[in-house]
């Protein structure tokens, strides 16, 4: 069954970097939409990138527009999410997510349409 595990996460000061990692298995990270997601307490989760299969179309949620960057590695079979300029705002647990069509949604959402999850990486962002 299609596996995804992230890796990465963990605490910076604001203003650092994080990069996170998602491998994927049973499932080709090229060839479909894919997108990291995050969730904080008290709020509902939110898309935070999307990344179409093939061509590889990028979508960002305005907060994070020019800061934070998605990427697949098609050789490794890796999602990843590049981080600069952590804010305090960006404290969440990140979710990766693959769906099983090749283009995502136009409008970044909490990606019930997604079919497979993985468990989760913290990211903590201190002053």
């Known amino acids: 069954q299609v596996q995804l595990v992230e890796s990465g996460g963990g605490s910076v000061q604001a203003g650092g970097s994080l990069t996170l990692s998602c491998a994927v298995s049973?499932?080709?990270?090229?060839?479909?939409?894919m997108g990291w997601f995050r969730h904080s307490p008290g709020r509902e989760r939110e898309g935070v990138s999307y990344?179409?299969?093939?061509?590889?179309?990028?979508l960002y949620a305005a907060s994070v527009q020019g800061r934070l960057t998605i990427s697949k590695d098609n050789a490794k079979n890796i999602l990843y999410l590049q981080m600069n300029s952590l804010k305090l705002e960006d404290t969440a647990m990140y979710y990766c997510?693959?769906?099983?069509?090749?283009?995502?949604?136009?409008?970044?959402?909490?990606?019930?349409?997604?079919?497979?999850w993985g468990q989760g990486t913290q990211v903590t962002v201190s002053s």
């Open positions: 997510a693959a769906d099983r069509t090749p283009f995502c949604s136009r409008k970044l959402g909490p990606g019930y349409e997604f079919n497979f």
């Open positions: 049973k499932y080709t990270v090229s060839d479909y939409c």
């Open positions: 990344i179409d299969g093939g061509a590889g179309t990028t």
